[in-house]
């Protein structure tokens, strides 16, 4: 299987740890923003990432290819067949990939990628707006719903999880990690997460790319 992505992307970010979780074998085959990749933009209609080739099978979107592996791989299971459970981690994969990540990508995006990555002026007024009228609203809330089990369904890691860390993964790159002054449980939650050895060595990766790109 090839999976077509950059690790800095939170799309991308969630589908290699839900792949880790599962100890599903791929290859990473890196693309970039606008790539002209044949494969990648045969896998991905859209010219988004992350998308996947799997045996000739294509597809694009985080959700979709979860989805689509989910069904082929259901051990462990990471998205719950138990109807509430479902649905709440569907909901929490919406958060993460719908507004959670918007309002990262607005900070991360024109903070880091168009000035390092692009070679032009971010617009730091929208990346200002998003760190102090939307952040601090989706932080309360997750800090309001982060249960003591340390998962966000059941008492186990799903989907959830996944979904909703990979996006403040953009905002540390920022300097704007969760603040465990302001939201403790939200900070343990998303650190314990994060440091799963499904996705911290990819983060280490990542992390050691943001560096290089912001010494330059
Ligand atoms: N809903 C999609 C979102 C994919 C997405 O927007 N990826 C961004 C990178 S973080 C992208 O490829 N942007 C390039 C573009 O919009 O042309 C998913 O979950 O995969």
């Known amino acids: 299987m090839i999976i077509y992505g950059s690790l800095v992307s939170p799309f991308v970010r969630k589908l290699l740890a839900y792949l880790g979780e599962k ?7 890196g693309v970039g923003i606008g790539d002209p990749d044949p494969g ?3 896998a991905s209609p859209l010219g988004k990432m ?9 597809l ?20 719950p067949t138990d109807a509430q459970d479902r649905g709440r981690v569907i909901w929490w994969d919406e958060f993460g990939d719908t507004v959670l990540a918007a309002c990262g990508g607005k900070m991360f995006f024109n903070r880091i990628v168009a000035p390092k990555f692009l070679g032009r002026e971010g617009d730091l007024a929208a990346a200002a707006l998003a760190e102090s009228e939307e952040l ?18 059941g008492d186990r890691l ?28 939200a900070a343990a939650w998303s650190e314990a997460i994060l440091s799963r050895p499904s996705i911290a060595p ?10 290089k790109v912001m010494a330059s």
């Open 23 to 29: 100890g599903i074998d791929f290859e990473l085959k």
């Open 50 to 58: 992350p998308a996947m080739e799997d045996d000739g099978f294509t």
């Open 202 to 211: 990819w983060i280490a990766k990542e992390e050691r790319m943001i560096a």
């Open 136 to 153: 601090p609203k989706l932080l309360a809330y997750l800090e309001s719903a982060v249960p003591a089990s340390g998962y966000l369904v």
């Open 60 to 79: 694009a979107d985080s959700s979709a290819i979860i989805h689509y592996l989910e069904a082929k791989y259901p051990d462990p299971p990471l998205i």
């Open 40 to 42: 990648f933009r045969a």
């Open 158 to 185: 799903t989907l959830a999880d996944l979904a909703v860390a990979s996006p403040l993964m953009n905002l540390r790159h920022c300097g704007c990690g969760v603040d465990a002054a302001a939201y403790p449980k």
